[in-house]
């Protein structure tokens, strides 16, 4: 029997160490984690100030740190620094690319045709076709009658389109250049064949390349046929240059 509270005894030490243990594990966890806080708590603080040194447009050295009037501002909540743009260098050449691409538009001339009607020059065996601008931009080209005159020398993007309704066996276009103080010259020609029933005799000519030009060209379009019937929709027959 007395034994008995020697036991009780142990038994109460045993306990109060075990609840020591418990308590000192608490403490160190709690120790650990607001370690931890504190550590993420840093590494928000710098994630932060380097974004704001971003928005400034401002670089920090590796290792330097916030001085205490970033740190209050950088944790402010719901507080964000204003965004400051500053134009660089590809900022300024990309600036002065669209200037010069309104420039090249600015200079870019384009100059589409409907025809207005027809004439016949017996003489050559050909028929002429008379135009009149369905658009027209730009000061480097210039319609009068059946010519187009070429005022600034460039290359030249040419298009043409002739609807025949003519029962003869071939019909064909041709894109004529004469130059001033030189001979004339063919820049496109475009032959295709028809049908023989006059109801059925339909079919369209195109062609189209690119040519350099010389101010003082002249061209015109010819079908090397007398009296040949055309269809004058603007839709059907057409002709177009783009000085590139």
Sequence with gaps: MAGAPGRQALG????????????????????AQQAHLGALRGELIQLRGELTAARRGET??????????????????????PVVWRRGK????????????????????????????????????MTEI?????????????????????????????YSQVLFHDPTFTMGQVLWRASAGGPGQILLRCVQSMPREPEQAYNSCYSGGVFQLQRGDQLSLRVPRANASLDLSPHGTFLGLVRL
């Design 12 to 31: 109460g030490l045993w306990l109060g160490g075990a609840a020591a243990l418990g308590v000192l594990a608490c403490v160190i966890a709690l120790m």
């Design 60 to 81: 920090r050295p590796p290792g330097e740190t916030q001085g205490p009037g970033e740190l209050e501002s950088s944790l402010a909540v719901g507080v964000q620094a």
């Design 90 to 125: 590809r900022g300024s050449e990309g600036k002065s690319r669209q200037q010069d691409q309104r420039q090249q538009h600015r200079k870019r001339s384009v100059l589409h045709l409907a025809p207005s009607h027809r004439s016949t020059n017996n003489e050559g065996d």
């Design 130 to 158: 008379w135009w009149q601008p369905f658009l027209q931009q730009g000061p480097a080209l210039e319609v009068s009658g059946p010519d187009v005159a070429v005022k600034q020398t460039g290359l030249y993007l040419i």
